[in-house]
């Protein structure tokens, strides 16, 4: 990535608003969620308010995000809302956001498959049809229990027994066959977990690892919904907001992979989360009662991914460990649970 486009990302983080040449009209689709409602406001400091529309099916949007720029509504799975938005705002680059999480789709197969795969499938012919460059994360959860759980290279076997999986896996290839099909410019990340202070998850596995912090700050004490030992790859906001710019900033020329790269910042267990609480909050305490579902599905994915082809190719690099990340989200956590 050219330097200038590094900075001015790098620069959302300190605050300051400078325009990028890239991407320079941008569609959100699911911008109310976990990601949307953060990396909505992060790309509006970069590209400029007026250049970054915000659609949800919740509509209309509440707060900041409907204040600080423009908006509609768009239900993905429909393909003409997503191209009359195109249209009406000249966009060259959407972010594809709609998805059911992991142990939601789990209760409501049809939903996850028809939301996850029907929205990529509109969002991919839209952008074959008026040209844009397209993002649609992927997850952790594109891999199986055969998949090699620890250091899970970059292409491996990929045979999840989820519906989010199975919608992950096929939005990869999918992905891929747009790009060397038909030259659309798809580019994605397999985000791990999650962890911000903004939305709160929308019905995932790894959602424990966000409600551990807001319930040690209101009652200082957790149950946990997994069991001791349980480890997952996350990642805190910031990280993936940066990651997911840089990306799509990325040079094309230097990208051997697309759909998806596999990035990662921490892997923890139930027992180094609650630690890491404890330095801050020494008399934080946690118990244990397991959802079968959650922990069925957590035992199926990697314990750590190995991320050196997004390292090598567009030069991926976390800021935040756990211990960095466990102290902004209790600082943060402490003023805004308190209004
Ligand atoms: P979320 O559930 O918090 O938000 C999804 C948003 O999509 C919601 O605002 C919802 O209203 C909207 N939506 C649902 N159906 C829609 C439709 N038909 N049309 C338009 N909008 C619709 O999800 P998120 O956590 O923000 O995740 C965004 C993407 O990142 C998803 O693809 C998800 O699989 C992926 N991802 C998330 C995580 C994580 O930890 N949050 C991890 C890995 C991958
Ligand atoms: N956080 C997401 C989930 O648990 C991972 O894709 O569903």
Redesign the pocket.
Known sequence: MEIKKRFNIFCIFAGQNLNSSSMKKILVIGACGQIGSELTPALRKVYGTDNVVAADLMYPLKGDLADSGPSCKIDATNAQDIADAVKKYNIDSIFNLAAI???KAEANPMLGWNVGIGALLNCLEVSREFHCALFTPS???AFGANTPHDKTPQDTIQRPQTI?GVTKVTGELLSDYYYKRFGVDTRSVR?P??ISNVTL?GG????YAVEIYYAAIKEGKFTCPLKPGTYMDMMYMPDALRGTMELMEADPSKLIHRNSFNITAMSFEPEQIAAAIRKYMPDFKMDYKFDELRQGIADSWPNSMDDSCARAEWGWKPEYDLDAMTRDMLEVLKVKLAK
């Open positions: 999480l992991s142990a997850s952790i959860g989010y985000f977990g999650l998850p995932g596995t790894t959602d």
